[in-house]
């Protein structure tokens, strides 16, 4: 019987494979008010909540629905659950921590109705439509201090970030989530935290492995992450975790992300991802790239051989999967280097 990973292994040998862009820039679309984001269930919450957009899925359904239809119909083979900050630590900055697995599961059930419906009303699409459970990175770090007078001080632990992380991936395989996604990593502890849960929970459970793809993030024009590794160190210190693909994402537009795209395709021995931002942010914060720019330069990256997995994150929109998934096409994938090239 073919797995999910087997089926995802053989369709990333044949072509380059399209994820979707961003969840937050497609919320920003609906305005949503504060009444909007607390919905009938919390109407009388303590505390705001607008910016909760993992919330959403609990709240207003639909729109999360309808935004992950949207990208697969622009071409996406693989939609993001809306679990970026669902997990425990995270959420405590709007006291919901203990709605952590409500919101992971639903979100990720909501993204498993999307791709069935599409694939109901598109029956060629059938085995190649996939959800994965996306797996943020903390909005705090094991790494480093958040105060600059005690450099020893770490605002969580190890096994709090573990077992954050653990609950996370209960609820979204139990959603019915077919990758686990551990992306946009600044520090590579948290990840390492993400997948000791994740190897913990398939131990546990006894149930078979879900495909795993890793995003880090390059933060500067100095290609390292935040905590401070070169992208060669962030690749070694995760490849442990056998993952289907290692990739970038966020933090820069795809003209800045290209030398570390080119490095990373010499460097991984796995399928290799890249899905930038939308340019980087003007003074308003917001993300002026057109499609048709970010477009042209990842299709400069499948050209070259760089790539197998594109998309887009903050900024990107339905239009920008469509004019990447439509330059891509007419390139053959990265071709995985054998032993002998890499050594």
Known sequence: MATVENKLRELLEQRILMIDGAMGTMIQRYKLEEADYRGERFKDYHMDIKGNNDLLSLTQP???????????????????????????ISLADYEMSALSYEINYESAKLAKQAVQEFIAAHPEAAGERFVAGAIGPMNKTLSLSPDVNRPGYRAMTFDEAADAYYEQIKALVDGGCDILLIETIF????????????????????????????????????????????????????????????????????????????????????????????????????????????????????????????????????????????????????TKPTMAEMY
């Open 62 to 88: 639909q729109i999360i629905k309808a935004i992950h239809t949207e990208y697969l119909e622009a071409g996406a083979n693989i939609i993001e659950t809306n679990t970026f900050n669902a997990q425990a």
């Open 187 to 334: 520090d590579t502890l948290n990840a390492k935290a993400a997948i000791y849960a994740l190897n913990n929970y398939f131990r546990d459970t006894k149930k078979e492995k879900l495909p795993v793809m890793i995003s880090g993030t390059i933060t500067d024009a100095s290609g390292r992450t935040l905590s401070g590794q070169t992208l060669e160190a962030f690749l070694v210190s995760v490849m442990h975790a056998e993952p289907v693909s290692i990739g970038l994402n966020c933090a820069l537009g795809a003209e800045q992300m290209r030398p570390h795209v080119e490095e990373l395709a010499q460097l991984a021995s796995c399928y290799v991802s890249a899905y930038p931002n939308a340019g980087l942010p003007n003074a308003m914060g917001e993300y002026d790239e057109t499609p048709e720019i970010t477009a042209s330069i990842i299709g400069e990256f499948a050209k070259e051989g760089w790539v197998n997995l594109v998309g887009g994150c903050c900024g990107t929109t339905p239009d920008h999967i469509r004019a990447i998934a439509n330059e891509v096409k007419q390139y053959a994938p990265r």
